[in-house]
């Protein structure tokens, strides 16, 4: 990998970096996540911009490339208030959970197409594309859930209460806070019927849940983000 032309990517995070220059992190479509120097960029007006769909080109021999050319393959596109956070929550999630240079040509789509939807959607809509997103991202890691059946081996009921055991799965609870019809909702990825508020809000404690097993101690930055709005 000492030269890649125009490979599709997004940059999920930015830093100064010696010499006027600047770390720049990307997922990328072939390569997984890579960090990349641009070098003499730092405070230049130039269009490598976080949440669009890019073809970045780099170049070098030692681990740490730089990037030669990139051009925007996506319509304009600029996240604000609730979107932008739930985009730098995504972008740390992959940042903070996948390894450099392992490719992830599933996620990387379903990215794409999260990005896209809280750009042009808002609310319940935004939130519930974020917790399917945190679920490819959770299969991808190797810590998927089986949503189509219990511990026992028993077809998810969708009339029926759940509660989730670490590392096991979902058992039926008449107590339990998680409906069958999430659970059938996640199973088929369905973003078009959005659970109702007091669901996903079900689903967002457990995926946090999932998630806190991975991140350890150390907090997301991001996530402080969503308790400072007004």
Not at 64 to 91: C, F, H, Q
Not at 97 to 120: A, T
Request: hydrophobic residues 35%; positive net charge; contains cysteine.
């Amino acid at each position: 990998m000492n030269k890649v032309d125009l490979t599709p990517a997004f940059l999920i995070h930015r830093r100064a970096f010696k010499n006027n220059s600047l770390l720049l992190d990307f997922f990328t479509y072939e390569y997984g996540k890579i960090r990349l120097v641009g070098r003499g960029l730092r405070g230049s007006k130039t269009n490598i911009q976080m949440f669009q769909h890019l073809n970045i080109s780099f170049s070098g021999k030692g681990e740490l490339k730089t990037i030669s050319n990139w051009e925007v393959d996506d319509i304009p596109r600029s996240l604000k208030g609730e979107g932008l956070i739930l985009g730098m929550y995504a972008n740390e999630l992959i940042s903070r959970l996948l390894f450099d240079q392992d490719q992830h040509i599933k996620l990387f789509k379903v990215y794409q197409q999260f990005i896209s939807r809280i750009s042009s959607l808002e609310g319940r809509f935004n939130h519930w594309s974020l917790r399917l997103f945190e679920n490819n991202l959770l299969s991808e890691l190797g810590y998927a859930l089986d949503f189509a059946n219990d511990i026992n081996g028993n077809n998810i009921n969708q009339d029926m209460n759940y509660e989730y055991q670490s590392q096991l799965g979902f058992a039926q609870s008449h107590t339990g806070k998680i409906s069958g019809k999430l659970l059938n909702q996640l199973l088929i990825e369905d973003i078009d019927n959005i659970p109702n508020l007091e669901q996903l809000k079900v689903c967002r404690d457990l995926n946090r849940q999932r998630l806190g097993f991975l991140l350890g101690n150390k907090p997301l930055k991001s996530r402080s983000l969503f308790f400072t709005r007004g």
